[in-house]
């Protein structure tokens, strides 16, 4: 009797086994979902060449397919993810850039400061360094002059050096 039961026990635990998905058939839905989040996050986090934002995309779309059921096997949803962010890259990643690029502030780079005024916060001896106001920021600048240049005393922008502004009285 015993050995009836225990091979019936035995039976039963198989037939469970068997019945559980096998690891490696199916990716599950969140894995993609968490794999998008960051590459997004690593996209924000590198300087914008729009290279990881399509494969965080994809990875998305790809989650959001499996978690309602319609990517079932792993090769799919990997082929999926693949297609996706190869094809999105090259269709949008161009159009993107200029997008962006179009909606860059004009003028406002840092060499054409020369030629601004600015405002002393401290007074600088000729040839030594010291502190300015331009553009709501502080900014190291030099005396370039042969006078003293007095705290409050509007100076002119000459050139700019790394993020050394030299100035002179105007």
Request: net charge positive; hydrophobic share 50%; glycine share 12%.
């Amino acid at each position: 009797m015993t050995n009836g039961v225990s091979s019936c026990i035995l039976d039963t635990v198989r037939k469970r086994l068997y019945a559980l998905p096998k690891r490696g058939r199916h990716m599950v839905w969140w894995y993609w979902l968490l794999l998008g989040l960051v590459l997004l996050g690593g996209e924000m986090a590198t300087p914008g060449g729009f290279y990881v934002l399509f494969f965080g995309l994809a990875a998305l779309l790809v989650g959001a397919l499996a978690g309602f059921g319609w990517l079932a096997t792993a090769w799919l949803q990997w082929l999926l993810f693949s297609i996706l962010s190869v094809i999105s890259l090259f269709l949008f990643r161009n159009s993107l850039l200029v997008w962006m690029k179009a909606h860059e502030p004009v003028g406002r780079e840092v060499d054409a400061i020369a030629g601004e005024t600015a405002v002393l916060i401290e007074a600088v001896l000729p040839g030594q360094l010291g502190k300015a106001e331009l553009r709501g920021s502080t900014w190291n600048v030099r005396n370039t002059g042969s006078v003293v240049l007095n705290k409050g005393q509007r100076v002119r922008v000459e050139r700019v050096d790394g993020l050394t502004l030299w100035v002179k009285s105007e």
